[in-house]
């Protein structure tokens, strides 16, 4: 069983910046895919930014050129970091791997971001 545990949301005001955390209990390396997944209240969960295990990114047209995504093999983390943040990125923020076709979410971090 592979856990995932995000860390680093908070209340950040409008213009500023938070970096999350997402720490897999197991070897990241050979994960092909992880990505960062939020979900506001009333809303559906929407992809935020992903990467795989060639380096390969993908972001959503909402964060593109504010967040940024990265992995550190040797510490089997995945990072998200927020700039520039604004009101409507308020949400519960999750981490997902993709390993072997199953997916692995982890229970999701709070970002709330004020005007």
């Known amino acids: 069983q592979v856990q995932l545990v995000e860390s680093g949301g908070g209340l950040a005001q409008a213009g500023g910046s938070l970096r999350l955390s997402c720490a897999a209990s197991?070897?990241?390396?050979?994960?092909?895919?992880m990505g960062w997944y939020r979900q506001a209240p009333g809303k559906q969960r929407e992809l935020v930014a992903q990467?795989?295990?060639?380096?390969?990114?993908n972001y959503a047209d909402s964060v593109r050129g504010r967040f940024t995504i990265s992995r550190d093999n040797a510490r089997n983390t995945v990072y998200l970091e927020m700039n520039s943040l604004k009101p409507e990125d308020t949400a519960v923020y999750y981490c997902?791997?993709?390993?072997?076709?199953?997916?692995?979410w982890g229970q999701g971090t709070q970002v709330t971001v004020s005007s």
């Open positions: 997902k791997a993709i390993i072997s076709g199953l997916a692995y």
């Open positions: 197991t070897n990241i390396f050979s994960i092909n895919v």
């Open positions: 990467i795989t295990r060639g380096g390969s990114l």
